[in-house]
């Protein structure tokens, strides 16, 4: 996702929470990671809710590949369980795991796979190519709301 747009959409829509990849230090230093400081995301926090945004760990600290994709997988299970016991809270997710963390769109699409029905979770557009999938309710939503900014 462009850093642009998911910065309006952070600016138009006053709830919605930004999903970015982390390290576990919670390093938050570049990419997704250092936009996420500028809705709250804590230094030292590398998962979680952090102010209006939501960190998941991706890599083990800011110098080391990628965590293995059985790893991601848990820490998205994590945020799909907390997600879902929110589902008043809408949740911006970025191409999580294919920027620094050097893994594939094709291989972090496949581990959100059962978020793809959540209706608080808008899955980037890669992501939803890989699956097949439509934009749900809230994704049109705010690309509407988006388009009526310009």
């Known amino acids: ?8 959409l952070m600016e138009l829509i006053e709830d919605l929470i930004f999903v970015f990849g982390s390290n576990r230090a ?3 230093g570049a990419g997704a990671a250092k ?5 709250g995301a ?7 809710l952090q102010g209006r945004s939501y960190g998941i760990p991706t890599k083990e600290t800011w110098r080391d ?9 848990q820490e998205i299970g994590n945020f799909w369980n907390f997600a879902r016991a929110r589902p008043q809270m809408p949740f911006l997710v970025t191409p999580i795991g294919t920027g620094r963390a050097g893994h594939s769109v094709e291989d972090i699409a496949k581990l959100f796979e059962r978020l793809q029905f959540e209706e608080n979770i808008v899955l980037p557009k890669q992501f ?6 439509q934009p749900n309710p809230l994704t049109k939503e ?6 009526a900014s310009q």
């Open 1 to 8: 996702m462009d850093p642009k747009i998911s910065k309006q």
């Open 26 to 28: 919670g390093v938050h």
């Open 35 to 39: 936009d996420a400081m500028q809705w």
């Open 42 to 48: 804590k230094y030292g926090q590398g998962r979680g």
């Open 65 to 73: 590949p990628g965590l293995p994709l059985p790893e991601i997988g």
């Open 128 to 133: 939803r190519e890989v699956l097949g999938v």
């Open 142 to 147: 705010l690309a509407q709301k988006l388009a």
